[in-house]
């Protein structure tokens, strides 16, 4: 399920993986700490949804039994998961005082992955055998929590991303940028903020995301400079949709949604010339997307996240890419490279591509 690159093609040197993306959990993995790991992932989920992590993390501690009554909490089970996340070593409590703990500190900074695993595939991976048989299929038994997915994915945008971005940004001029796959538009409305007379579009497949968006384009007093389009980016690219209101955009930037613009094979090499047929005056591309560990690279350790999103995309069967396939359809569809960075995640990188 991989996309390779020809072989005869030569690449520009590539800069090396970041030393940190080797990662610290140890292979082979034991039974005790997949298991503990398991059970501590849930209990970084719970702490996150329940607004914990959020107080924790901006005042360091709080107290337990203000929390609970503010709230309307379940006491007993609150001092359960507390006493789970202490076990862990995230937070120390003594009597009603909960603290976070520099490995606390450490995911509540790593929340959205958990967020995205946790919330957002934990039915998808917990039907793996039922998916192998075929007695499940994925997209019609089984399905993402695509909230969960779109929250955890901003979440690790504001807490791993957003100053990678931000740089990456201020080397673009932009009169009118969309993002694809924008979600409920938080970012794409800092963008505007920040840029004195921009414009933004954004565009997401999600009607309950839209109209979300679309409230927190109003809350920030961007009505008559930020519009949301419910739309599937794919019928924007390959069908052509919305074009009227897409003339004008001049930058396009879209994170992890690449590879299922790419998932299918027949399409797959005519999605980027396609996307500068729908975006006619676009100029710049900021493109983000994970890529396909390097094979027989990192054997004995891994980081966050990469093996889930290898696996999860496996059972929904959407197919990765590799660093070199992405660079060989950036080539093809005539987008120069004109930055890459690391981003966030391990073997994620962030585009800035120029059309020719």
């Known amino acids: 399920m991989t996309s ?21 959990t140890t292979v082979p993995v034991g039974a005790s700490e997949a298991f503990n790991g398991y059970i501590a992932a849930h209990v970084v989920f719970g702490l996150d949804r329940l607004g914990m992590l959020d107080e924790l993390d901006a005042h360091g501690s709080l107290r337990v039994s203000e ?50 695993s946790v919330g957002g595939y934990g039915k998808v991976l917990s039907s793996i055998q039922p998916l192998a048989t075929g007695d ?9 929590d695509e909230a969960m997915v779109a929250l955890g994915s901003g979440q690790s945008h504001t807490f791993l991303m ?47 995301a839209t109209r979300l968006a679309r409230q927190n ?20 690219v390959m069908r052509q949709k919305h074009q009227s209101e897409l003339a004008d955009i001049d930058t396009v930037m ?22 500068r047929e729908a975006f006619p005056g676009v100029r710049t591309f900021l493109l983000a997307d994970t890529v396909i560990r390097p094979k027989d690279t990192y054997q ?15 059972l929904m069967g959407i197919p990765l890419h590799t660093r070199q396939a992405y660079e060989q359809l950036f080539a093809d569809a005539g987008l120069r490279i004109r930055r890459v960075v690391p981003f966030g995640a391990a073997h994620t990188w962030l585009y800035t591509l120029d059309c020719d």
């Open 4 to 24: 390779e690159s020809s072989p005869n093609l030569h690449f520009r040197e590539m800069e090396p993986d970041p030393a940190d993306w080797k990662g610290r």
């Open 67 to 116: 929390f609970v009554q503010r709230g309307s909490l379940d006491e007993q089970l609150v001092h359960a998961l507390l006493t789970a996340a202490e076990s862990f070593g995230y937070l120390t409590a003594t009597d009603d005082l909960a603290t976070l703990t520099d490995a606390g500190k450490e995911v509540a900074l790593m929340r959205g992955f958990f967020t995205w």
């Open 136 to 144: 499940l299929r994925y997209g019609v038994d089984v399905f993402r």
């Open 162 to 208: 957003s100053s990678i971005f931000e740089d990456a940004l201020a080397d673009v001029e932009f009169g009118t940028i969309a993002d694809l796959g924008s979600g409920v538009a938080n970012r794409l409305c800092r963008v505007v903020k920040q840029h004195d007379g921009s414009r933004g579009v954004a565009i997401d497949i999600s009607l309950p």
């Open 217 to 236: 384009i109003h809350e920030h007093g961007l009505d008559d400079r930020v519009r949301a389009i419910q739309a599937d980016v794919l019928d924007v």
């Open 254 to 275: 879209s994170f992890f949604l690449l590879h299922d613009l790419l998932a299918d094979p027949a399409t797959r090499s005519s999605v980027l010339p396609r996307m």
């Open 300 to 314: 004995n350790s891994l980081p966050i996240f990469s093996a889930g999103y290898e696996l999860a995309h496996a």
